[in-house]
């Protein structure tokens, strides 16, 4: 069908090309009958998300420390024997409300080196932290012994303060079954020796541990021995033993949820899905908890289920309100649907909670960066640094914090630290480079995006095509960034990476509007939104609509143009992130600058700026600021308001980010403030700006207007 309107005349096209499109977004209307009203985004969040004053709060809770139990048997073979005790008894203890169970596999001989820093510093750390916020501490250590094929099993849990001894405990194993049958009794004999019961009420979640695991020791077994190998990032290793896991037992959920997290951190967002759904049709295997987990989880596949994630993990607070998992889940939400306030609070829980929840303190960090509070940024990650310990994504966002605010020296510090501590990770290089870039080191910040090529991971070449492109295209040389995204289309295809081929056909739109070869153009924004339609994606129906109503203004076809408008405001009311109504704003202030209403124009648009957050990520789509400012300094300029003219191509030569894809913007931006100091008769400045313009794009590819006319205005100056 595309290749039919690639071969149409400029009238089929506007007439082929257009309906269907609309075709397509009226299909997506029909299947969904939720309709929202534009609502201003306090509204929405009181609307979607329930009152949670009695619900998220830090409860006391015993504390239970299960070591890694003894081997007595001689035998090493049979160490493995050690996790399965201690796991089943974690799984067990993690169902319940008022105990948390924490899993150390350091042993220790006495209470004395239980909490040593120097041998146990996981313990040692846990009781530092919650001292005062537990009302007990207790440790469980076990041995056993074999003799034939029969196991004896001795566990024991102590008072950790007061080293009393509250429960003995003796097995003779003789089948598989006697093990889950063990540790069902021992707990249930722990909450009632603890007295949780009578204190509590009979409230407390206790499903048996082969439902919610698996009946099968040998599939536990390879379970366990999967985690420990994608916990150290062996995850083709653990995928391999956990497949194992679920042949022997097919209804195994937790397998299978493992095997989800393990192709996400391959990168691998295709099976991360498959698994996903398979977890979640199993999810009556898993235990609540992780039962509301997997619904979050799954349900945020869909933006347009967002607030059913919502929904289960909220759910899951009002049974466990300190859940690390859950808060972190929903500040996440919360971040994506730009709902700062909400993120920065559930982040915040964490940090009062947990011991060392790295993913909150970074989260936290970053909703503090986009309402513009970097200073707030630096002291969450310094706490964590100061608190726990040096990392190099922690360095690598106070660069960040510090690049916002274009203090350029102090953000290549923070970048040396990280490749001190972690000095082969691709992240390290795409950070670095994206510093460079913005001071105007091109040279060195092109090698270290050529490098991302060089790496293993598809995601490192990913960020490399990305950036190159951007690179290219800050200095004009929009075929050489062309290039970059054709190749990057080319690995999104190998990998089968939707999304990323669907950002790829965005950008190439951009360019391609803006050589004037409008039928690409099209093409493109065509290609970007059929794929945003089949994956659900309404962020990307989004920017697809939006891009395809900005070329349609640039070929002169308001009448297109006003329907893609009206199509994007429609779309923009079903998305929960109410603020995306602003692509729509941008749009229509576009529309109306066309049709010569400069004021209502300069209205819109900006609308649409206020509701742009500050710069917080070096990503597409996430920092536009360049492209919306642009639009509003045009609408001044058009009006004879040359001071706000220059006062808004002056916010955007400031950016950093927000302007690091739309280079040709940021370079444009010097040639219109040259414009506007030679209409103010302000000749050395109109001459700074004019060579600034021409330095840059210096390497651009020929036949560009705007570089023509700069070196003509230049030589005029300096002739006077």
Not at 177 to 182: L, M, P, V, W
Not at 332 to 337: A, M
Not at 659 to 666: T, V
Request: glycine share 4%.
């Amino acid at each position: 069908m595309i290749k039919h309107l690639l071969n149409n005349s400029q009238e089929n096209l506007r007439r082929t090309k257009f309906f269907i499109i609309t075709i397509s977004i009226f299909m997506v209307i029909a299947t969904h009958t939720h309709s929202f009203l534009i609502q201003k985004p306090s509204d929405v969040e009181n609307k979607i998300i329930p009152n949670l004053k009695d619900d998220i709060h830090t409860k006391q809770k015993l504390i239970i420390l299960i070591m890694s139990f003894n081997n007595n048997t001689g035998d090493k073979k049979l160490d493995y024997w050690i996790d399965i005790f201690s796991e089943l008894l974690f799984v067990d203890f993690s169902q319940s409300r008022f105990i948390k169970p924490v899993y150390t596999e350091n042993f220790a001989d006495n209470l004395s080196q239980l909490f040593n820093p120097k041998i146990n510093k996981h313990a040692f750390d846990l009781v530092r932290v919650n001292a005062e916020k537990v009302k007990s501490i207790y440790v469980i250590t076990g041995c056993f012994t074999r003799d034939n094929n029969i196991f004896h099993i001795e566990i024991k849990m102590r008072d950790t303060r007061t080293h009393k001894l509250i429960d003995t405990e003796k097995l003779v194993v003789c089948s598989e079954k006697d093990i889950f049958f063990f540790v069902d009794k021992f707990t249930e004999k722990i909450k009632q020796n603890l007295e949780l019961c009578e204190k509590k009420g009979t409230n407390d979640i206790d499903m048996n541990v082969d439902k919610i695991t698996t009946a099968s020791l040998k599939a536990f077994k390879n379970y366990i021995k999967g985690r420990r190998l994608i916990n150290t990032d062996e995850n083709r290793k653990g995928i391999n033993l956990l497949k194992e896991a679920v042949n022997i037992d097919p209804g195994f959920a937790m397998s299978y949820k493992l095997m989800a997290e393990a192709y996400l951190n391959l990168g691998e967002e295709s099976e991360w899905k498959n698994y996903l759904r398979k977890t979640f049709e199993l999810r009556k295997r898993l235990p609540i908890k992780e039962r509301f987990r997997i619904e979050g989880e799954y349900f945020r596949l869909s933006e347009k289920s967002y607030d059913k994630a919502i929904e289960a993990l909220h759910n899951l607070l009002r049974l466990y309100p300190d859940d690390v998992m859950a808060n972190n889940d929903l500040g996440e939400i919360y971040f994506g649907l730009e709902q700062w306030n909400r993120a920065i609070m559930h982040f915040n829980i964490n940090i009062n909670n947990e011991v060392e929840p790295m993913p909150s303190y970074i989260g936290q960090a970053r909703a503090y960066m986009a309402i513009g509070q970097y200073g707030e940024a630096r002291k969450v990650l310094d706490s964590y640094t100061n608190y726990f310990s040096k990392t190099a994504i922690i360095h690598r966002y106070l660069a960040l914090s510090f690049l916002f605010e274009e203090k350029y020296d102090l953000a290549l510090a923070e970048m040396d630290k990280a490749f001190s501590l972690d000095p082969e990770n691709f992240r390290n290089f795409v950070f670095k480079g994206d510093i460079l870039l913005c001071k105007g080191d091109l040279t060195e910040a092109e090698e270290l995006y050529h490098e991302l090529l060089e790496n293993e991971a598809a995601l490192a070449k990913d960020e490399g095509r990305r950036r190159l492109s951007a690179l290219y295209l800050l200095k004009g040389e929009f075929n050489k960034s062309k290039e970059q995204l054709e190749q990057g289309i080319k690995l999104a295809e190998k990998i089968d990476e939707k999304e990323w081929k669907s950002v790829y056909h965005l950008r190439l739109s951009y360019l391609n509007r803006k050589q004037g070869n409008f039928e690409e153009a099209v093409r493109y924004s065509n290609m970007a939104l059929l794929s945003a339609l089949e994956e659900d994606a309404i962020s990307l129906e989004i920017l697809s609509l939006h891009s395809l109503g900005l070329t349609f203004l640039e070929m002169k076809l308001i009448d297109e143009a006003q329907n893609v408008a009206d199509n994007l405001r429609s779309t923009c009311q079903k998305e929960l992130n109410k603020k995306a109504i602003r692509y729509f704003y941008h749009l229509i202030g576009l529309i109306e600058l066309e049709k010569e209403n400069l004021f209502i124009a300069i209205e819109k648009l900006g609308n649409a700026m206020t509701l742009l957050h500050s710069q917080y990520a070096p990503w597409i789509p996430r920092d536009e600021h360049a492209l919306f400012i642009d639009s509003l300094a045009l609408a001044y300029y058009k009006t004879g308001n040359l001071a706000k003219a220059k006062e808004q191509y002056e916010r955007i030569i400031s950016l950093t980010t927000g302007r690091q894809f739309y280079g040709d913007i940021y370079a444009k931006s010097f040639y219109r403030l040259g414009k506007i100091s030679q209409k103010r008769k302000m000749r050395d400045q109109a001459i700074n700006y004019y060579k600034k313009f021409l330095e840059i794009w210096r390497d651009a590819d020929p036949n560009i207007s705007e570089l023509e006319d700069a070196n003509f205005e230049l030589i005029s100056l300096r002739r006077q």
